[in-house]
């Protein structure tokens, strides 16, 4: 198959998903124009924020086909190393910060709050551990 006809087909699939994503800020903000649970308010503050961040991916991917396929410098992530497992290990406290508050809790709904902190924390854990395979 053709890498320009598959990258247009992948672009165009990019762009309808980038209509859900914006569809699903403006559903998001209407609920929390809606409620007055500070509760729901939050999560589909959670999601709005995402749904906008997914968006942006969306748009760096298709930048990325449509001009040159942007490089990942080994060496520009080599002089950031330093700061970046700093970081890491900041992220790694939190980790274990969150596992013990969430299971200090009975509460359901602190539980739900603290498993989504939890699961947040060890999701940006995992995309440095996959930016260093990126530095070799």
């Known amino acids: 198959m053709n890498s320009q006809l598959s990258n247009d087909k992948l672009i165009e699939i990019l762009r309808n998903w980038q209509k859900l994503e914006d569809a699903a800020v403006a559903n998001t903000t209407e609920i929390i124009k809606n409620s007055r649970n500070p509760f729901i308010q939050i999560i589909m503050e959670i999601i709005r924020q995402d749904s906008v961040m997914h968006r942006r ?43 013990i508050a969430r299971n200090e809790t009975s509460s359901p709904v602190v539980r739900y709050l603290l498993d989504y902190l939890l699961e947040d924390e060890r999701k940006h854990d995992n995309l440095l551990i996959k930016l260093e395979h990126l530095k070799k």
């Not at 942007?70 to 060496?75: L, N, R, S, V």
Request: proline share 2%; no cysteine; aromatic share 4%.
């Open 57 to 99: 991916i969306q748009q760096l991917v298709i930048d990325s086909l449509e001009m040159k396929d942007f490089a990942i410098d080994p060496g520009e992530i080599e002089l950031l190393w330093e700061k970046i497992e700093e970081h890491d290990e900041m992220e790694k406290k939190v980790v274990k910060i969150a596992e």
